[in-house]
């Protein structure tokens, strides 16, 4: 089993992270339609800590409320969206939990809290805190070097849009990071940005085991393209789906690629102009298994280095 190498320098707590330049993590009521952009109205984030990292942490949620500035209307406010905390064994290990379906085993662990959250102004554009949580609260998991703790997002009612974000954090009251921490996902469901000069990524890390890649995703409404970069890979273009439906395309894994992060940019078209657009995006290996996304990306972020994988030209 790959044991992956963290650096300790990560700062990695903000969820979307600055790297990703995501504006909001997104989770719909579950009476929306899927066509304004979640497949399934259910979101679930990992958080991992170091296993020498002992004091205790805090899981912050930005906007937790469904109403206000930030949210999506669909005529009025009527969705209550559901946050809950697991940990403990089998928090991450089974593999209902790292699908990207809320269906099964999904929230297998011991729940450590939980709140519903409708449109209530006192958490609109405000934090609410989780915690405090021992680090050995959640599940040791060795492949990751240490202990993992798993939030599940559900639109329980309501067809409204909830945007929103996290930080793990060392204080209650503050966001400050939790040293060599990061965060991941299986399935990423996000609000792009409106702006067509913003480009956004996400970094599924590519493991030992990999030897192709699928990559889906959900009701982009053909809003520009999706560029593939790594150690190997200059800038592949990558297919985008329509309104309400799923598009996907497969690749091998170059050399170089293997147990490095690949980076998937979004670039926006910048006419027609699609505003509000929410989109869902997973990655595959050629087992079926789900790869993980980490907000800062496993070996760094990855730039093409020209020598990997060119063979040169014979005369």
């Known amino acids: 089993m790959l044991l992956v190498s963290f650096a300790h320098n990560t700062a990695a707590q903000p969820v979307p992270a600055g790297d990703e330049n995501i504006p909001y993590l997104m989770t719909f009521g579950n009476r929306a339609e899927t066509s304004w952009g979640d497949d399934d109205f259910s979101l679930t984030f990992f958080f991992r800590i170091p296993k020498e ?13 469904c109403g206000g500035d930030h949210d999506e209307i669909n005529g009025v406010f009527d969705t209550q969206t559901t946050f809950e905390i697991f940990g403990g064994e089998d928090c991450w290990e089974p593999d209902d939990a790292k699908g990207i379906n809320p269906v099964g085993n999904y929230k297998s662990g011991n729940l450590l809290a939980f709140k519903s959250f409708g449109d209530d102004s006192r958490y609109d ?8 949580f021992n680090p050995t609260e959640g599940e040791f998991v060795d492949q990751w ?19 929103y974000r996290f930080f793990l954090s060392t204080d209650p009251d503050n966001n ?20 067509p000069n913003e480009v956004s990524h996400i970094y599924p890390f590519v493991d030992d085991r990999a030897i192709s890649v699928k990559q889906r995703n959900f ?10 970069v790594s150690v190997a890979r200059m800038g ?11 598009s996907e395309d ?19 078209k910048k006419s027609p102009a699609v505003r509000n ?7 595959q290996n050629q087992y079926g298994e789900y790869m993980p996304f980490f907000v800062i990306p496993i070996g760094g972020v990855p730039k093409y280095k020209y020598s990997i994988g060119v063979t040169p030209q014979k005369n």
């Open 176 to 195: 400050r990071d939790v040293e060599g921490g990061n965060a991941f996902a299986y399935e990423y469901s996000f609000r792009m940005h409106n702006n």
């Open 236 to 246: 592949q273009i990558s297919s985008v789906s329509g309104e309400d439906h799923w």
């Open 219 to 228: 009701d982009w409404d053909n809003d520009g393209l999706i560029r593939i």
């Open 125 to 132: 554009n405000d934090w609410y805190t989780f915690g405090p």
């Open 250 to 268: 497969e690749f091998a894994v170059l050399e170089g690629e293997a147990t490095k992060s690949l980076d998937l940019q979004f670039h926006k």
């Open 53 to 65: 990292y002992t004091d205790p942490v805090y899981i912050r949620i930005w906007d937790p409320d």
């Open 277 to 283: 657009n929410n989109v869902v995006i997973t990655v």
């Open 145 to 163: 070097q240490g202990y993992v703790f798993k939030i599940i997002v559900e639109g329980v009612e309501g067809d409204d849009g909830n945007l």
